[in-house]
Protein backbone atom coordinates (compact mmCIF):
# COMPACT_ATOMS: atom_id res chain seq x y z
CA UNK A 1 0.00 0.00 0.00
CA UNK A 2 0.63 3.66 -0.67
CA UNK A 3 1.56 4.55 3.16
CA UNK A 4 3.29 7.82 2.07
CA UNK A 5 0.27 9.07 0.60
CA UNK A 6 -2.36 7.47 3.13
CA UNK A 7 0.16 9.63 5.84
CA UNK A 8 0.32 12.76 3.77
CA UNK A 9 -4.22 13.07 3.72
CA UNK A 10 -4.17 12.04 6.88
CA UNK A 11 -1.42 14.41 8.70
CA UNK A 12 -3.67 17.19 6.38
CA UNK A 13 -7.49 16.35 7.91
CA UNK A 14 -7.33 14.43 11.28
CA UNK A 15 -6.35 17.74 13.35
CA UNK A 16 -9.69 19.19 12.08
CA UNK A 17 -11.79 16.19 11.87
CA UNK A 18 -14.99 17.85 13.55
CA UNK A 19 -14.20 19.96 10.35
CA UNK A 20 -13.77 17.65 7.64
CA UNK A 21 -16.45 15.77 8.27
CA UNK A 22 -19.02 18.54 7.58
CA UNK A 23 -17.08 19.36 4.32
CA UNK A 24 -17.32 15.99 3.23
CA UNK A 25 -21.00 16.36 2.77
CA UNK A 26 -20.98 19.28 0.54
CA UNK A 27 -21.30 18.38 -2.65
CA UNK A 28 -18.90 21.09 -4.69
CA UNK A 29 -21.22 22.54 -7.38
CA UNK A 30 -19.56 24.79 -9.32
CA UNK A 31 -15.94 24.05 -7.66
CA UNK A 32 -16.55 20.40 -10.14
CA UNK A 33 -15.29 22.47 -12.87
CA UNK A 34 -11.75 23.08 -11.46
CA UNK A 35 -11.46 21.08 -8.75
CA UNK A 36 -11.53 17.55 -10.21
CA UNK A 37 -8.14 17.92 -11.18
CA UNK A 38 -7.22 20.12 -7.79
CA UNK A 39 -8.08 18.61 -5.12
CA UNK A 40 -11.11 19.77 -3.54
CA UNK A 41 -13.74 17.12 -4.64
CA UNK A 42 -11.14 14.59 -4.69
CA UNK A 43 -9.53 15.64 -1.29
CA UNK A 44 -12.42 15.99 0.56
CA UNK A 45 -13.83 12.15 -0.63
CA UNK A 46 -10.25 11.19 0.15
CA UNK A 47 -11.11 12.46 3.68
CA UNK A 48 -14.08 10.73 3.94
CA UNK A 49 -12.65 7.65 2.90
CA UNK A 50 -10.12 7.67 5.64
CA UNK A 51 -12.74 8.29 8.49
CA UNK A 52 -14.75 5.64 7.06
CA UNK A 53 -11.69 3.28 8.34
CA UNK A 54 -8.90 1.09 6.35
CA UNK A 55 -11.23 -0.75 4.16
CA UNK A 56 -12.26 2.33 2.34
CA UNK A 57 -9.15 3.49 2.58
CA UNK A 58 -7.82 1.08 0.89
CA UNK A 59 -9.52 2.34 -2.64
CA UNK A 60 -7.05 5.24 -2.58
CA UNK A 61 -3.65 2.78 -3.29
CA UNK A 62 -6.00 1.43 -6.39
CA UNK A 63 -4.79 1.69 -9.83
CA UNK A 64 -7.01 5.01 -11.17
CA UNK A 65 -6.40 3.15 -14.66
CA UNK A 66 -8.22 0.05 -12.82
CA UNK A 67 -11.10 1.97 -12.05
CA UNK A 68 -11.84 4.98 -14.41
CA UNK A 69 -12.89 4.82 -17.76
CA UNK A 70 -10.28 5.87 -20.29
CA UNK A 71 -8.93 5.91 -23.77
CA UNK A 72 -5.07 6.20 -24.75
CA UNK A 73 -4.31 6.87 -20.82
CA UNK A 74 -6.33 10.14 -20.78
CA UNK A 75 -10.02 10.28 -18.74
CA UNK A 76 -12.40 13.08 -20.18
CA UNK A 77 -14.79 14.76 -18.38
CA UNK A 78 -17.39 17.46 -19.59
CA UNK A 79 -18.12 20.00 -17.78
CA UNK A 80 -21.36 22.19 -18.14
CA UNK A 81 -22.21 25.70 -16.70
CA UNK A 82 -26.05 26.16 -17.05
CA UNK A 83 -27.63 29.76 -16.41
CA UNK A 84 -30.57 28.78 -13.38
CA UNK A 85 -33.91 28.92 -12.79
CA UNK A 86 -34.04 32.85 -12.22
CA UNK A 87 -32.00 32.77 -15.97
CA UNK A 88 -33.60 32.22 -19.57
CA UNK A 89 -33.18 29.06 -20.54
CA UNK A 90 -32.46 27.55 -17.53
CA UNK A 91 -31.42 24.45 -19.07
CA UNK A 92 -29.03 25.80 -21.71
CA UNK A 93 -25.44 24.99 -20.81
CA UNK A 94 -24.12 28.30 -20.79
CA UNK A 95 -20.17 27.21 -20.52
CA UNK A 96 -19.05 24.39 -21.87
CA UNK A 97 -15.41 22.90 -20.95
CA UNK A 98 -13.36 19.39 -21.53
CA UNK A 99 -11.13 19.25 -18.95
CA UNK A 100 -8.29 16.14 -20.24
CA UNK A 101 -6.56 14.05 -17.67
CA UNK A 102 -3.48 11.92 -18.28
CA UNK A 103 -3.62 8.84 -15.58
CA UNK A 104 -0.03 8.24 -14.98
CA UNK A 105 1.61 11.75 -15.38
CA UNK A 106 -1.22 13.75 -14.09
CA UNK A 107 -1.13 16.01 -17.15
CA UNK A 108 -3.93 18.45 -17.68
CA UNK A 109 -5.72 20.04 -20.05
CA UNK A 110 -8.99 22.48 -20.35
CA UNK A 111 -10.52 22.98 -23.48
CA UNK A 112 -13.29 25.08 -23.88
CA UNK A 113 -16.03 24.54 -26.82
CA UNK A 114 -17.83 27.40 -28.12
CA UNK A 115 -21.92 27.13 -27.08
CA UNK A 116 -22.75 28.15 -30.73
CA UNK A 117 -21.36 25.48 -32.18
CA UNK A 118 -23.76 23.58 -34.49
CA UNK A 119 -24.65 19.58 -33.85
CA UNK A 120 -26.03 18.64 -37.23
CA UNK A 121 -27.17 14.98 -36.24
CA UNK A 122 -29.28 16.83 -33.60
CA UNK A 123 -30.19 19.86 -35.78
CA UNK A 124 -29.73 22.17 -32.72
CA UNK A 125 -26.59 24.16 -31.07
CA UNK A 126 -24.54 21.95 -28.60
CA UNK A 127 -25.66 24.70 -25.73
CA UNK A 128 -28.92 23.23 -26.11
CA UNK A 129 -27.98 19.04 -25.91
CA UNK A 130 -28.80 18.52 -22.27
CA UNK A 131 -32.17 20.48 -22.08
CA UNK A 132 -33.55 18.32 -24.94
CA UNK A 133 -31.79 14.93 -23.32
CA UNK A 134 -33.43 15.73 -20.10
CA UNK A 135 -36.86 16.27 -21.85
CA UNK A 136 -36.48 12.63 -23.24
CA UNK A 137 -35.68 11.37 -19.92
CA UNK A 138 -34.10 12.48 -16.47
CA UNK A 139 -30.44 11.67 -16.66
CA UNK A 140 -30.61 11.88 -20.60
CA UNK A 141 -29.07 15.60 -20.68
CA UNK A 142 -25.50 14.42 -19.46
CA UNK A 143 -25.37 11.42 -22.29
CA UNK A 144 -26.71 13.63 -24.91
CA UNK A 145 -24.31 16.52 -24.56
CA UNK A 146 -21.28 13.52 -24.20
CA UNK A 147 -22.62 12.58 -27.31
CA UNK A 148 -22.88 16.08 -29.03
CA UNK A 149 -19.29 16.99 -27.36
CA UNK A 150 -17.76 13.66 -28.59
CA UNK A 151 -18.82 14.45 -32.46
CA UNK A 152 -17.43 18.18 -32.28
CA UNK A 153 -13.54 16.88 -30.68
CA UNK A 154 -13.76 13.48 -32.10
CA UNK A 155 -12.05 12.01 -28.68
CA UNK A 156 -14.13 9.85 -26.44
CA UNK A 157 -16.12 11.87 -23.41
CA UNK A 158 -16.08 9.48 -20.15
CA UNK A 159 -18.02 11.51 -17.40
CA UNK A 160 -20.19 14.48 -16.93
CA UNK A 161 -20.93 17.26 -14.48
CA UNK A 162 -23.65 20.40 -14.78
CA UNK A 163 -23.52 22.63 -12.74
CA UNK A 164 -25.95 25.35 -11.67
CA UNK A 165 -24.37 28.90 -12.01
CA UNK A 166 -27.22 30.35 -9.30
CA UNK A 167 -25.73 28.25 -6.54
CA UNK A 168 -21.91 29.15 -8.07
CA UNK A 169 -22.94 32.53 -7.15
CA UNK A 170 -24.46 32.10 -3.62
CA UNK A 171 -21.42 30.36 -2.52
CA UNK A 172 -19.39 33.08 -4.11
CA UNK A 173 -20.89 35.46 -1.63
CA UNK A 174 -20.25 33.13 1.39
CA UNK A 175 -16.63 33.00 1.02
CA UNK A 176 -16.61 36.65 0.62
CA UNK A 177 -16.00 37.03 -2.58
CA UNK A 178 -13.24 36.22 -5.16
CA UNK A 179 -10.49 38.69 -6.10
CA UNK A 180 -9.78 38.75 -10.12
CA UNK A 181 -7.27 40.53 -12.45
CA UNK A 182 -9.00 42.31 -14.88
CA UNK A 183 -6.48 42.18 -17.86
CA UNK A 184 -7.85 45.21 -19.75
CA UNK A 185 -11.49 46.95 -19.16
CA UNK A 186 -14.30 46.88 -21.16
CA UNK A 187 -17.50 47.26 -21.24
CA UNK A 188 -21.30 45.65 -22.21
CA UNK A 189 -24.05 47.11 -23.57
CA UNK A 190 -26.37 44.43 -24.05
CA UNK A 191 -26.17 42.19 -20.30
CA UNK A 192 -29.63 40.85 -20.44
CA UNK A 193 -31.62 41.76 -17.79
CA UNK A 194 -33.54 38.25 -16.41
CA UNK A 195 -37.55 38.38 -16.40
CA UNK A 196 -37.13 41.60 -19.10
CA UNK A 197 -36.93 39.59 -22.43
CA UNK A 198 -40.12 40.85 -23.82
CA UNK A 199 -40.04 44.74 -22.67
CA UNK A 200 -40.56 47.27 -24.74
CA UNK A 201 -38.96 49.85 -25.72
CA UNK A 202 -35.67 46.74 -26.34
CA UNK A 203 -33.18 48.98 -24.47
CA UNK A 204 -35.07 48.23 -21.31
CA UNK A 205 -34.17 44.39 -21.63
CA UNK A 206 -30.30 45.15 -20.93
CA UNK A 207 -27.87 46.52 -18.43
CA UNK A 208 -24.81 48.31 -18.92
CA UNK A 209 -21.49 46.27 -17.43
CA UNK A 210 -18.47 47.92 -16.88
CA UNK A 211 -15.24 45.89 -15.70
CA UNK A 212 -11.93 48.35 -15.45
CA UNK A 213 -8.34 46.85 -16.06
CA UNK A 214 -6.68 45.40 -12.43
CA UNK A 215 -7.16 43.76 -9.59
CA UNK A 216 -10.75 44.02 -8.65
CA UNK A 217 -12.99 42.48 -5.59
CA UNK A 218 -16.24 40.53 -7.19
CA UNK A 219 -18.97 39.41 -5.42
CA UNK A 220 -21.13 36.26 -6.16
CA UNK A 221 -23.57 38.32 -8.82
CA UNK A 222 -20.22 40.87 -10.04
CA UNK A 223 -18.51 37.67 -10.98
CA UNK A 224 -21.05 35.76 -12.88
CA UNK A 225 -21.81 38.85 -15.21
CA UNK A 226 -18.39 38.86 -15.38
CA UNK A 227 -18.17 35.15 -16.56
CA UNK A 228 -21.83 35.45 -18.88
CA UNK A 229 -20.67 38.66 -20.80
CA UNK A 230 -21.46 38.15 -24.49
CA UNK A 231 -21.66 41.14 -25.77
CA UNK A 232 -18.66 43.03 -24.19
CA UNK A 233 -17.00 45.55 -27.01
CA UNK A 234 -13.49 44.62 -28.87
CA UNK A 235 -11.83 41.81 -28.21
CA UNK A 236 -13.87 40.40 -24.28
CA UNK A 237 -16.62 40.34 -26.62
CA UNK A 238 -15.13 36.89 -28.03
CA UNK A 239 -15.59 33.58 -27.20
CA UNK A 240 -11.92 33.03 -26.44
CA UNK A 241 -11.91 36.14 -23.96
CA UNK A 242 -15.19 34.47 -22.07
CA UNK A 243 -13.57 31.27 -22.13
CA UNK A 244 -10.60 33.04 -19.99
CA UNK A 245 -12.26 34.74 -17.83
CA UNK A 246 -14.45 31.67 -16.73
CA UNK A 247 -11.37 29.70 -16.18
CA UNK A 248 -10.03 33.00 -14.21
CA UNK A 249 -13.38 33.03 -11.98
CA UNK A 250 -13.34 28.99 -11.37
CA UNK A 251 -9.55 29.23 -9.86
CA UNK A 252 -9.93 31.97 -7.96
CA UNK A 253 -13.09 30.59 -6.45
CA UNK A 254 -11.25 27.40 -5.90
CA UNK A 255 -8.87 29.20 -4.04
CA UNK A 256 -10.80 31.10 -1.96
CA UNK A 257 -12.49 27.69 -0.52
CA UNK A 258 -9.54 25.75 -0.01
CA UNK A 259 -8.55 28.85 2.12
CA UNK A 260 -8.26 28.30 6.51
CA UNK A 261 -10.65 30.73 6.72
CA UNK A 262 -13.19 28.61 4.44
CA UNK A 263 -12.37 25.06 5.96
CA UNK A 264 -12.27 25.81 9.20
CA UNK A 265 -15.43 27.59 9.57
CA UNK A 266 -18.06 25.48 10.45
CA UNK A 267 -21.15 27.61 9.46
CA UNK A 268 -19.05 28.53 5.95
CA UNK A 269 -18.77 25.24 5.36
CA UNK A 270 -23.08 24.27 6.20
CA UNK A 271 -24.49 27.13 3.92
CA UNK A 272 -22.26 25.85 1.29
CA UNK A 273 -23.61 22.53 1.61
CA UNK A 274 -26.62 24.17 1.94
CA UNK A 275 -26.55 26.10 -1.65
CA UNK A 276 -24.82 23.11 -3.45
CA UNK A 277 -28.05 20.86 -2.96
CA UNK A 278 -29.30 19.91 -5.80
CA UNK A 279 -27.27 22.05 -7.61
CA UNK A 280 -24.78 19.79 -9.76
CA UNK A 281 -25.30 16.32 -11.44
CA UNK A 282 -22.60 13.90 -12.57
CA UNK A 283 -22.23 10.47 -13.54
CA UNK A 284 -18.92 10.50 -11.84
CA UNK A 285 -19.47 7.76 -8.75
CA UNK A 286 -17.85 8.78 -5.85
CA UNK A 287 -15.13 5.21 -5.85
CA UNK A 288 -14.08 7.20 -9.19
CA UNK A 289 -13.81 10.60 -7.52
CA UNK A 290 -11.57 8.83 -5.34
CA UNK A 291 -9.50 7.20 -7.67
CA UNK A 292 -8.93 11.22 -8.96
CA UNK A 293 -7.60 12.01 -5.52
CA UNK A 294 -4.11 11.51 -6.39
CA UNK A 295 -3.86 12.90 -9.67
CA UNK A 296 -5.28 15.82 -8.21
CA UNK A 297 -2.64 16.07 -5.64
CA UNK A 298 0.01 15.86 -8.39
CA UNK A 299 -1.36 18.88 -10.17
CA UNK A 300 -0.71 22.61 -10.27
CA UNK A 301 -2.41 25.01 -11.46
CA UNK A 302 0.28 26.78 -13.38
CA UNK A 303 0.30 23.56 -15.41
CA UNK A 304 -2.79 23.29 -16.72
CA UNK A 305 -2.61 23.80 -20.57
CA UNK A 306 -5.53 25.71 -21.62
CA UNK A 307 -7.17 25.62 -25.26
CA UNK A 308 -10.18 26.65 -27.21
CA UNK A 309 -11.63 25.92 -30.80
CA UNK A 310 -11.41 29.30 -32.06
CA UNK A 311 -13.61 31.25 -34.49
CA UNK A 312 -12.83 32.80 -37.76
CA UNK A 313 -11.42 36.38 -37.37
CA UNK A 314 -11.42 38.02 -40.77
CA UNK A 315 -10.91 41.50 -39.33
CA UNK A 316 -7.33 40.06 -37.86
CA UNK A 317 -6.37 37.49 -40.79
CA UNK A 318 -7.07 34.74 -38.52
CA UNK A 319 -8.83 31.74 -40.39
CA UNK A 320 -10.02 29.89 -37.20
CA UNK A 321 -10.93 26.14 -37.01
CA UNK A 322 -15.17 27.76 -36.93
CA UNK A 323 -16.83 29.75 -39.27
CA UNK A 324 -20.63 31.36 -39.22
CA UNK A 325 -22.68 29.97 -41.79
CA UNK A 326 -25.26 31.81 -43.66
CA UNK A 327 -28.06 32.58 -41.96
CA UNK A 328 -30.65 31.06 -43.90
CA UNK A 329 -28.90 28.07 -44.12
CA UNK A 330 -29.83 27.35 -40.45
CA UNK A 331 -33.37 28.92 -39.83
CA UNK A 332 -32.35 32.03 -39.19
CA UNK A 333 -30.21 30.47 -35.99
CA UNK A 334 -26.58 32.27 -35.71
CA UNK A 335 -24.23 29.18 -35.71
CA UNK A 336 -21.05 27.88 -35.89
CA UNK A 337 -19.71 25.10 -37.81
CA UNK A 338 -16.29 23.32 -38.86
CA UNK A 339 -14.12 25.30 -41.44
CA UNK A 340 -13.54 22.46 -43.00
CA UNK A 341 -15.77 20.18 -41.16
CA UNK A 342 -14.96 18.39 -38.17
CA UNK A 343 -11.64 16.24 -39.38
CA UNK A 344 -9.51 19.73 -38.82
CA UNK A 345 -10.91 20.08 -35.03
CA UNK A 346 -9.86 16.41 -34.45
CA UNK A 347 -6.33 16.66 -35.18
CA UNK A 348 -6.40 20.09 -33.76
CA UNK A 349 -7.40 18.45 -30.17
CA UNK A 350 -5.90 15.02 -30.48
CA UNK A 351 -2.56 17.30 -30.36
CA UNK A 352 -3.25 19.84 -27.73
CA UNK A 353 -4.56 16.29 -25.59
CA UNK A 354 -1.55 14.61 -26.30
CA UNK A 355 1.70 16.92 -26.92
CA UNK A 356 2.55 16.26 -23.49
CA UNK A 357 3.78 13.14 -24.28
Excluded: C
Excluded at 289 to 309: D, P
Excluded at 326 to 331: D, G, S, T, W
Amino acid sequence: MDYHFLAKIKRRLTKHRSVVRAVLLVTIGAIAVISIVQAVRPLLTVARSLLRGPQAAFSLVRDPQAVLQTTKGRTNILLLGMGGANHEGPELTDSIIVLSIDLKSADTALLSIPRDIWIDSLKTKINATYFFGEQKRQGGGLILAKSAAEEVIGEPIHYAVAIDFDGFKTAIDLVGGIEIDVPRSFDDYKYPIPGMEEAEPEDLRYEHLHFDKGLQELSGERALKYVRSRNAEGEEGTDFARSRRQREVLIAFKNKILSLDTLLSPTKVRQLMQTFSGTVKTDLSETEYVSLAKLALKTQAEHIRHGVIEEEDKEAGKPGLLIHPPLANYNGQWVLIGRNGWEEIHTYIERFFYQAR
